[in-house]
Nanobody, 115 residues
C-alpha cells in the first residue's frame, strides 16, 4: 500500500519560487520511477517532471530550465524546486509513479502564480 502526500504549494508572484514535497509511505519507494504532474482548471493533467529510481531526470519543455526534480530515498520524499514561476504554472500539483497509478493520486497541492 502506497500513500503520497503533497505539500509546499501556495500563492507566489511571477518570478518567484516554491519547493514542493511529496512524502511517500511503503517500502518499495526507492525502486519507483516518480513524477510530478499538474492540472490547471479545465485542462488535462500533464506530466511535468520525472525522476527514475537511478536519479535520471526529464522535464516537459514548458518547465525545462526552471523546475528541478529530486528525491531522497532515505526520507521517501520527492521534491520539485520551481523557480521563475509564471502565471501559466498555476495548477494543482500531484506526485505519482510514472506512469501514474490511479489509486495513488493524492489531494495535490495548489500553486497559484499571480502576474
Amino acid at each position: 500500500q502506497v500513500q503520497l502526500v503533497e505539500s509546499g504549494g501556495g500563492l507566489v508572484q511571477a518570478g518567484g519560487s516554491l519547493r514542493l514535497s511529496c512524502a511517500a509511505s511503503g517500502s518499495l519507494f526507492s525502486i519507483f520511477d516518480m513524477g510530478w504532474y499538474r492540472q490547471a482548471p479545465e485542462k488535462q493533467r500533464e506530466l511535468v517532471a520525472t525522476i527514475t529510481s537511478g536519479g535520471n531526470t526529464n522535464y516537459a519543455d514548458s518547465v525545462k530550465g526552471r523546475f528541478t526534480i529530486s528525491r531522497d530515498n532515505a526520507k521517501k520524499t520527492v521534491y520539485l524546486q520551481m523557480n521563475n514561476l509564471k502565471p501559466e504554472d498555476t495548477a494543482v500539483y500531484y506526485c505519482n509513479k510514472v506512469p501514474g497509478v490511479t489509486r495513488y493520486w493524492g489531494q495535490g497541492t495548489q500553486v497559484t502564480v499571480s502576474s
